[in-house]
């Protein structure tokens, strides 16, 4: 188990490859306590983008948060490590933005609010080996390279103005009854602090801060805090 604290109260956290439909995952968590969950909605090493949820599936999904006692906004969807916000390679970009469009637009089907993203991923392939499936850099970053890294955080930011533009309608509906007032609430990117490892950006505060600072809708980003990232990445005081 995972804690995720909110509010100053500890709520238990699991993390789910979605094998099912989303209302099998909320009961998933419910059994073990959790009132807060995140899933891969599809394989998290490619760039098959997830059907849309259909009416029947959307209807079980709120019927089982309601039941579970499990708010919508308490759930994360998180995207494959194959997006690559920031890579320099056109098709791979093209490739990146057209996967994170059709996860929003899955996001809003179920009222979901945040689209968890790896900000650091450069570029990468699974290379199948006898043994396991390995990582191979398609475009390593110089770290220490001030201008490079300027360059790839201002790419993760233009990759995210325009997804984030392309979305502006994918609005959350929060409350909906004839005796409360519906709230509104933009679907959120999130950025997850990086290890650092594999010559991966994103190690540092200061590069979430460039990029957000970049983001012409900075409200609708948010950062997941990732403390086995932070750690080893250094921050050992965090």
Same mark, same amino acid.
């Given at each position: 188990?995972?804690? $995720?604290?909110?509010?100053?109260?500890?709520?238990?956290?699991? *993390?789910?490859?979605?094998?099912?439909?989303?209302?099998?995952?909320?009961?998933?968590?419910?059994?073990?306590?959790?009132?807060?969950?995140?899933?891969?909605?599809?394989?998290?090493?490619?760039?098959?983008?997830?059907?849309?949820?259909?009416?029947?599936?959307?209807?079980? *999904?709120?019927?089982?948060?309601?039941?579970?006692?499990?708010?919508?906004?308490?759930?994360?969807?998180?995207?494959?490590?194959?997006?690559?916000?920031?890579?320099?390679?056109?098709?791979?970009?093209?490739?990146?933005?057209?996967?994170?469009?059709?996860?929003?637009?899955? $996001?809003?089907? $179920?009222?979901?609010?945040?689209?968890?993203?790896?900000?650091?991923?450069?570029?990468?392939?699974?290379?199948?080996?006898?043994?396991?499936?390995?990582?191979?850099?398609?475009?390593?970053?110089?770290?220490?390279?001030?201008?490079?890294?300027?360059? *790839?955080?201002?790419?993760?930011?233009?990759?995210?103005?325009?997804?984030?533009?392309?979305?502006?309608?994918?609005?959350?509906?929060?409350?909906?009854?004839?005796?409360?007032?519906?709230?509104?609430?933009?679907?959120?990117?999130?950025?997850?602090?990086?290890?650092?490892?594999?010559?991966?950006?994103?190690?540092? *505060?200061?590069?979430?801060?460039?990029?957000?600072?970049?983001?012409?809708?900075?409200?609708?980003?948010?950062?997941?805090?990732?403390?086995?990232?932070?750690?080893?990445?250094?921050?050992?005081?965090?």
């Amino acid at each position: 188990n995972r804690t $995720l604290t909110v509010m100053n109260e500890q709520i238990a956290s699991r *993390f789910f490859n979605l094998v099912d439909s989303p209302a099998s995952l909320v009961y998933r968590a419910a059994s073990v306590g959790a009132k807060c969950l995140a899933f891969f909605p599809h394989d998290k090493r490619s760039w098959e983008c997830p059907l849309p949820p259909t009416a029947a599936q959307v209807a079980e *999904f709120k019927q089982a948060c309601h039941k579970c006692n499990i708010a919508p906004w308490n759930i994360v969807v998180h995207g494959p490590y194959t997006l690559a916000p920031g890579s320099i390679d056109e098709e791979t970009l093209k490739k990146t933005k057209t996967t994170m469009l059709a996860h929003i637009e899955y $996001l809003h089907a $179920l009222g979901i609010r945040y689209y968890n993203i790896h900000a650091y991923e450069h570029g990468r392939k699974y290379v199948k080996s006898i043994y396991k499936l390995t990582l191979r850099s398609l475009e390593p970053i110089d770290k220490h390279d001030a201008s490079e890294v300027h360059r *790839f955080n201002t790419q993760v930011a233009v990759t995210l103005n325009v997804v984030l533009k392309m979305t502006e309608h994918c609005d959350v509906t929060i409350c909906k009854s004839l005796t409360r007032v519906e709230v509104y609430l933009k679907l959120f990117a999130v950025l997850e602090t990086g290890a650092g490892h594999n010559s991966q950006p994103c190690d540092r *505060f200061d590069d979430l801060r460039e990029i957000i600072d970049l983001v012409y809708e900075p409200r609708r980003v948010c950062v997941c805090f990732d403390t086995c990232h932070v750690f080893a990445a250094g921050n050992e005081n965090c």
